[in-house]
């Protein structure tokens, strides 16, 4: 794929979407879904249900609704995951080629403290969550989006939920200088 989107992510519940959108509309972006290109719904009866079966199958579906969509004269913004629950409610890693096959121009990721995270996808999803389990989401989407951002070659800019200007403007930078 072509170096024009940016990658975006945070664990259920940190404001992802809204973030997203405002980014999208300061900097003339198109935002794209990970959930709404692979078809989440169409795959998983609960589309609650955080818990994926088939990690590699999934991320199939993703870059090939991404080649179905991505036009090389447009900027994006994809938002999903760097590590997912599986089956087992044990967290996993996106495999790495899928990375390399998105090529983002950056990595980004949205923190937030855990306790408000629970609290919005326990109101939003209207169901209990464990908060150690997010709490381990959390900082394990962290340790690998580092570990991505050498790996690739690609600057990682982190940002908070309540003050994400700083990740704005990195990736504003970002788009200026490709």
């Known amino acids: 794929m072509t170096k024009n989107i940016a990658f975006i992510e945070g664990i259920h519940g940190v404001?992802?979407?809204t973030i997203c959108q405002q980014i999208c509309d300061k900097l003339h972006l198109v935002h794209l879904s990970e959930s709404e290109l692979i078809k989440w719904s169409y795959i998983n009866e609960d589309a609650k249900n955080k818990k994926v079966e088939n990690i590699q199958d999934t991320q199939d579906r993703l870059i090939i609704g991404l080649k179905n969509t991505v036009k090389t004269e447009k900027q994006y913004l994809l938002?999903?995951?760097?590590?997912?629950?599986?089956?087992n409610g044990k967290i996993e890693n996106v495999?790495?080629?899928t990375f390399q096959m998105i090529s983002p121009f950056?990595?980004?990721i949205i923190l937030d403290d855990v306790s408000e995270i629970k609290k919005r996808i326990e109101a939003r999803d209207n169901k209990h969550y464990d908060y150690e389990l997010l709490s381990q989401m959390q900082d394990s989407e962290l340790q690998?989006?580092?570990y991505l951002s050498e790996e690739l070659g690609v600057t990682l800019n982190i940002g908070l939920r309540k003050n994400f200007a700083e990740l704005l403007n990195s990736i504003y930078n970002t788009i200026t200088t490709l």
């Open 95 to 97: 495999p790495v080629s």
């Open 144 to 146: 690998y989006a580092k």
């Open 106 to 108: 950056s990595l980004n």
């Open 15 to 17: 404001g992802k979407s």
């Open 79 to 87: 938002d999903g995951h760097y590590c997912l629950l599986n089956t």
